[in-house]
Each structure stands twice: as structure tokens, then as C-alpha cells.
């Protein structure tokens, strides 16, 4: 279950998340090729878009799941599945999302693709036995702020807060 009483906020910049999108692709580059990407949405999208371009894939599928509303955690519900037709049991094919936390969306789907190889740029230790490769651990109380989530806006100095 994904820690609700996460205080900390990390930010994670557009640029930072590119460089380290880029790092799981000089991983995944040793695996390839892939026949295809099936990106997690829909925080897995910009993340598969990264990687596609790194290891030259131009077949991309997607499969929606929806677990979180904001952050309150209910079961996950598959809302799109992919086309079985072309992905199968997953072998050859590439599983990518931004993130796995508590490891109930990358379980999900290793259960609806057995076979397929699940790459995450961040994940967090409840969820890293779930996934096949990733690159940043995150301490299970940090909550990623990712830059598609969030916009600048003007802050109190930390010695006014409350
Ligand atoms: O390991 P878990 O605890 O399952 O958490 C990881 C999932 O949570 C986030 O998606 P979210 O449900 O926030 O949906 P979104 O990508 O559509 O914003 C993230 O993109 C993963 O898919």
C-alpha cells in the first residue's frame, strides 16, 4: 500500500527526469532489441517517448490502469488493455512507467504480461522486486513531485512557514 503520510516533496525537474530516462536507456540498450513499448499511462507515456527515441522503437501500445484518485489508493482497474494481437504474453515486448511505488501497477501487469521485461526511471523499495530494471531508488516516505504535475509558483521563505 502507498505511504500516504509522505511529507517529503522531491521535485523532479523536466531536464532531470530526461537525464535520467537516458540513464535506463544506456541500461536497457544491453536487452535490446525490443519489439515494441507498452507504456503504463499515463505516467509512463513520457517516459516511453524518451526510451523510443534511445533504442529506436517505433511500435508503441499502451495500457491504462487506474489505482489512484489523487491520493486515495483503490484497486486497480485495467481501463484500456493492450491489443493481444500484437503483444501477446508480453515476450520481447518493453513495460515502461515513471515510477513504481507500492508495486500494485507493475504487478498487475507482469500478472496480464507475464513475459514482458518492466522498466521503471524510479522506484521506491515496496515496489522494486516488481519491476525488471530501474534507475533512481526514492525512499519509500518521498513523494516525486513530477514537473507534468506541477507549476511554479511563488513560496514563503521556510523560516515563516508554519
Ligand atoms: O507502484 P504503485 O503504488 O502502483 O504506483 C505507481 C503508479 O502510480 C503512478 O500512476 P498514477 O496511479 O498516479 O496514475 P497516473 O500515471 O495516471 O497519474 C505511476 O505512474 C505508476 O503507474
Same mark, same amino acid.
Given at each position: 500500500?502507498?505511504?500516504?503520510?509522505?511529507?517529503?516533496?522531491?521535485?523532479?525537474?523536466?531536464?532531470?527526469?530526461?537525464?535520467?530516462?537516458?540513464?535506463?536507456?544506456?541500461? =536497457?540498450?544491453?536487452?535490446?532489441?525490443?519489439?515494441? @513499448?507498452?507504456? @503504463?499511462?499515463?505516467?509512463?507515456?513520457?517516459?516511453?517517448? @524518451?526510451?523510443?527515441? %534511445?533504442? /529506436? +522503437?517505433?511500435?508503441? #501500445?499502451?495500457?491504462?490502469?487506474?489505482?489512484?484518485?489523487?491520493?486515495?489508493? &483503490? $484497486?486497480?482497474? *485495467?481501463?484500456? #488493455?493492450?491489443?493481444? $494481437? =500484437?503483444? &501477446?504474453?508480453?515476450? &520481447?515486448?518493453?513495460?515502461? /512507467?515513471?515510477?513504481? #511505488?507500492? &508495486?500494485?501497477?507493475?504487478? =498487475?501487469?507482469?500478472?496480464?504480461?507475464?513475459?514482458?521485461?518492466?522498466?521503471?526511471?524510479? !522506484?521506491?523499495?515496496?515496489?522494486? $522486486?516488481? *519491476? #525488471?530494471?530501474?534507475?533512481?531508488? +526514492?525512499?519509500?516516505?518521498?513523494?516525486?513531485?513530477?514537473?507534468?504535475? !506541477? %507549476?511554479?509558483?511563488?513560496?514563503?521563505?521556510?523560516?515563516?512557514?508554519?
Amino acid at each position: 500500500m502507498k505511504d500516504y503520510t509522505a511529507s517529503r516533496y522531491l521535485p523532479i525537474a523536466w531536464e532531470l527526469f530526461h537525464r535520467d530516462t537516458r540513464m535506463l536507456a544506456h541500461k =536497457l540498450v544491453q536487452m535490446a532489441p525490443f519489439k515494441g @513499448i507498452v507504456a @503504463i499511462t499515463r505516467g509512463g507515456l513520457i517516459p516511453s517517448s @524518451i526510451l523510443a527515441r %534511445e533504442l /529506436d +522503437i517505433r511500435l508503441i #501500445d499502451c495500457i491504462s490502469i487506474v489505482s489512484y484518485d489523487d491520493r486515495v489508493q &483503490g $484497486d486497480p482497474t *485495467v481501463i484500456k #488493455d493492450v491489443q493481444k $494481437d =500484437l503483444v &501477446g504474453d508480453g515476450e &520481447g515486448w518493453l513495460v515502461v /512507467d515513471d515510477l513504481v #511505488d507500492s &508495486g500494485v501497477t507493475a504487478r =498487475l501487469v507482469k500478472k496480464l504480461l507475464p513475459k514482458a521485461h518492466v522498466a521503471t526511471v524510479y !522506484a521506491k523499495p515496496q515496489g522494486q $522486486d516488481a *519491476v #525488471d530494471t530501474f534507475v533512481v531508488p +526514492i525512499e519509500q516516505t518521498t513523494w516525486l513531485q513530477f514537473p507534468w504535475d !506541477a %507549476e511554479l509558483q511563488p513560496n514563503e521563505p521556510l523560516a515563516r512557514r508554519k
